[in-house]
């Protein structure tokens, strides 16, 4: 195979190979309502727009010890479009996108596909599967900001990608700025002869090792590592029970954005917090814990955050290009808050503390570097991590107007995330054209109900100042 048709994946995007389980398979699922929007219009704008990016005619493929990504030598758009053409009820809708979701995309070809279902009640349905070493939400919803105009008669703006042919200097850059960070060589040597590998650090463990080669640097990292590690892990609860595999999916009417602006004005906190507020609520009753044990209780949230704009100049992406560019912040959730007020406030004061962290930089960090780190620190400290929360909480902005696809209206976009580790609960929080939608996608055995669930997150507006009920 020649040099063009094979390359190097960038680590941050490898890891969420790496992160894969069955249980869990880490793809994005994106769902549009359109109204009209017919199979040979959409065949038409894949051909020409969504194919100007490179990379979704790759396949990613593991040569030990890295992953490469390989164009697919039989690539034929028939493979990534299917068109259904059942005239789908809301409800029945909601079982078909559930069973998309817990299909396996084929490892064979490239890592995505369309459905389109035009005779869907209330418009045309069309989903998308795309594994996340493709791109994050921020990168994919780039993608669409392009291909999908204001206006019916705008054509798309083509700008594309092609797929990046020598990563070795991001790669150098990386490995260099995290060498520094951590004081040692990543093949595994210490970098400082003060460094010996049967010190106490080592002794105690990975988490500790690294501890110790920071502190040896006298770096602020140490400090925002060790507040990190002292974060005590989630209470065992009903959300921490054993996956099962078997995911359902479902999403909430849509909301008026200026319901959620209005709150967040009357009680000087962001529009987040209030999203984050409503989680929390929801969440509550779902633990399976109560009384004295409930006012104990220890709930994080993973909440992903886009860290393009505070990467250095030699690590920044391309503003067209593809990929995963974001950390984590795990953020308390206020489960034993008995008001809407307190949890809201409890809320603002950590993502006030975290914006000021470092945590979304060092947890990018160790996953876009995960495949320099040796093999003995690189597990540990994934589970580090991914055992401090119980849920995935991801707040994806769109745009303030409607947009159109292949000349059709969009009148709504929702999106599932894919949860790390043993994470069996994500909840996604979408705002298009003026309308905010909530989007829950649970194991089986981690919750049972989930349109309870986005109905307890809709009741908790009706908590705050300028709140009122919402039709479910």
Wanted: charged share 25%; glycine share 6%; aromatic share 8%.
């Amino acid at each position: 195979m020649s040099h063009d048709q094979t390359h190097l994946m960038l680590p941050a995007d490898s890891a969420w190979l790496a992160l894969e389980n069955p249980r869990n398979p880490m793809a994005i699922t994106v769902m549009m309502r359109v109204d009209g929007l017919t199979a040979p219009r959409l065949r038409e704008f894949l051909r020409v727009y969504w194919m100007a990016w490179e990379r979704f005619r790759y396949m990613p493929v593991k040569r030990a010890p890295a992953w490469w990504w390989e164009e697919d030598p039989v690539f034929d758009l028939r493979h990534h479009l299917d068109v259904v053409l059942d005239r789908f009820t809301e409800s029945s809708l909601q079982e078909w996108v559930s069973a998309r979701l817990n299909q396996p995309l084929p490892l064979y070809r490239p890592l995505w596909k369309f459905w389109l279902a035009p005779n869907a009640e209330d418009g045309a349905v069309l989903l998308l599967r795309l594994h996340h070493s493709y791109a994050d939400g921020v990168s994919l919803t780039g993608i669409f900001d392009r291909l999908c105009p204001a206006s019916p008669q705008q054509h798309p703006a083509v700008y594309g990608a092609r797929q990046t042919r020598d990563l070795s200097p991001w790669i150098s850059a990386a490995k260099s700025r995290i060498e520094k960070l951590v004081g040692c060589d990543l093949t595994g040597e210490a970098s400082t002869e003060e460094s010996q590998p049967e010190d106490k650090e080592s002794r105690d463990g990975p988490e500790a090792k690294l501890l110790g080669q920071l502190a040896r640097n006298g770096l602020k990292l140490v400090n925002e590592f060790s507040d990190f590690l002292a974060e005590p892990e989630d209470t065992p609860s009903d959300l921490k029970t054993p996956l099962l595999g078997r995911r359902h999916c479902r999403w909430s009417v849509p909301v008026p954005l200026d319901r959620f602006r209005s709150i967040a004005k009357a009680t000087n906190v962001t529009i987040n917090d209030v999203l984050l507020s409503c989680v929390a609520a929801a969440v509550r009753p779902r633990l399976g814990v109560t009384g004295a044990a409930l006012e104990d209780a220890v709930m994080h949230a993973a909440v992903p955050i886009d860290i393009r704009s505070r990467l250095p100049e030699d690590l920044k992406p391309e503003p067209d290009a593809l990929g995963n560019y974001f950390g984590t912040v795990f953020v308390p959730l206020p489960v034993d808050g008995e008001s809407g007020l307190e949890r809201l406030y409890r809320i603002k004061q950590e993502t006030r503390r975290l914006k000021k962290s470092w945590q979304p930089g060092i947890a990018w960090a160790l996953s876009s570097c995960s495949t320099l780190i040796p093999e003995a620190l690189r597990q540990p400290l994934s589970d580090v991590f991914y055992r401090k929360a119980s849920a995935v909480v991801s707040n994806v902005p769109g745009t303030p107007e409607a947009r159109y696809i292949a000349g059709c209206r969009i009148t709504e976009q929702m999106f599932w995330v894919p949860q790390a580790g043993n994470i069996g609960l994500g909840v996604s929080v979408v705002s298009y054209a003026g309308q905010v939608q909530f989007g829950v996608v649970a194991d089986e055995a981690v919750l049972a109900d989930p349109e309870g669930f986005l109905g307890d997150c809709l009741q908790e507006l009706s908590e705050f100042p300028g709140g009122s009920p919402i039709v479910v």
